[in-house]
Nanobody, 119 residues
């Protein structure tokens, strides 16, 4: 069982930056960040596999950066140039297989989420 705990969300202004953090308990899994705006489906924004290959949603390329530090058992999501449309609950997720998948159903473990509000 993989435990995930997110932090780092908050209320910010357009153009600001945030760094989300997710601590995890198992280093063998592929990791991803998803977000779910109010009233919308959950979508993958960034994912990373065990050798550091990254994948981003087209809507966030150039502004979001995913990174993983196995020594600190921490996953990061650096978000720059925040926009109001980035407002969402952000979730950290872990997948044993199907690394870099953009489908929420491929991820077995989820954190509780951290809210990002841009206005």
């Amino acid at each position: 069982h993989v435990q995930l705990v997110e932090s780092g969300g908050g209320s910010v202004q357009p153009g600001d930056s945030l760094r989300l953090t997710c601590t995890f308990s198992e280093t063998r899994y592929c990791m991803g960040w998803f977000r779910q705006p109010p009233g919308k489906d959950r979508e993958m924004v960034a994912s990373i596999d065990s050798i550091g290959t990254r994948r981003y949603a087209d809507s966030v390329k150039g502004r979001f950066t995913i990174a993983k530090d196995n020594a600190k058992i921490t996953l990061y999501l650096q978000i720059d140039s925040l926009k109001p449309e980035d407002t969402a609950m952000y979730y950290c997720a872990a997948a044993r297989y199907r690394c870099l998948s953009d489908r929420a159903s491929d991820y077995s473990y989820w954190g509780q989420g951290t809210q990002v509000t841009v206005s």
